[in-house]
């Protein structure tokens, strides 16, 4: 399946109305079909949205630290994540894959980690990756990303892409 790749501003087309603060985020899939969600929409409609589709989406849900890959309505890989404490929360919403990285430098106030693997960044600072340096998964310990094992890691970077729907959830 060849990945094609839109302007910027067509990935990411903002519409504003008056007196609302209503945002459209557009998303083209690679047989370009369009999948168009509302903030104002809850995240119940969305993954029903997703789920009626074809289109690859990766489902977080936080309450059993587990991450679902889907293909439209079919799971087709599930594993157990370690996902943000108490003091550094993963948030909620939908969001996109934004950019991949086989590798990069995580740093914060209190932690500054080379090399890590498999890093897919959805929303901000916010990603999926690799988690070479504990074995916690199912226990929320991360700095608010979603720490996988780095084999999982690899399968997941294989198989999104940019522009792949992240749901997480509680």
Known sequence: MKS??????VR??????TGTALTLNVFMTSSNEVWAQ?????IKQQIQTLQQSTQRWIQINLSDQRLTAWEGGKPVYAIIVSTGKKSTPTRTGVFQIQSKHKSARMQGRDYDIPDVPFTMYYSGNYAIHGAYWHRRFGT???????????????????????????????
């Open 4 to 9: 094609l790749s839109y302007p910027y501003w």
């Open 12 to 17: 990411h087309l903002k519409i504003f109305l």
């Open 38 to 42: 509302s903030k104002s929409q809850t």
């Open 140 to 170: 929320p310990v991360s700095h608010g990303c979603v720490n996988v094992a780095p084999n999982h890691a690899k399968w997941l970077f294989k198989w999104a892409s940019i522009g792949t729907p992240v749901v997480v959830h509680r």
